[in-house]
């Protein structure tokens, strides 16, 4: 994590997450997302990166769950409102 401040991030995390999930280790990526959640439960990326993964993996109930989430601990960020709406209008 990265201390700005006084305040924890999990940038790093965040990170190796989506360039594991670019290269397609999907486990690697998984836990690079899961341990971002573990440093800071309200880190909505970790939550997107998640739900990219479900989709992947043709889960697209739970990649919806999770979005859904995401938006929850980021309710200022319209992007993850649109990310949400377009995931539950792309048909299964």
């Known amino acids: 994590y990265i201390s700005v401040t006084g305040v924890q991030t999990c940038a ?3 990170w190796l ?5 670019y290269l397609g ?12 959640l573990r440093l800071n439960p309200q880190e909505a990326d970790a939550y997107v990166g998640l739900a990219m993964l479900e989709i992947q993996a043709g889960r697209r109930a739970e990649a919806l769950q ?12 319209e992007s993850y409102r649109r990310l ?3 995931m539950e209008q792309t048909p299964q």
């Open 84 to 86: 949400l709406e377009k």
């Open 12 to 14: 790093l995390p965040i």
């Open 17 to 21: 997450g989506a360039l594991e999930l």
């Open 66 to 77: 999770i979005a859904k989430r995401a938006i929850e601990v980021a309710a200022d960020k």
């Open 25 to 36: 280790r999907a486990p690697e990526s998984r836990q690079a997302y899961q341990r971002a």
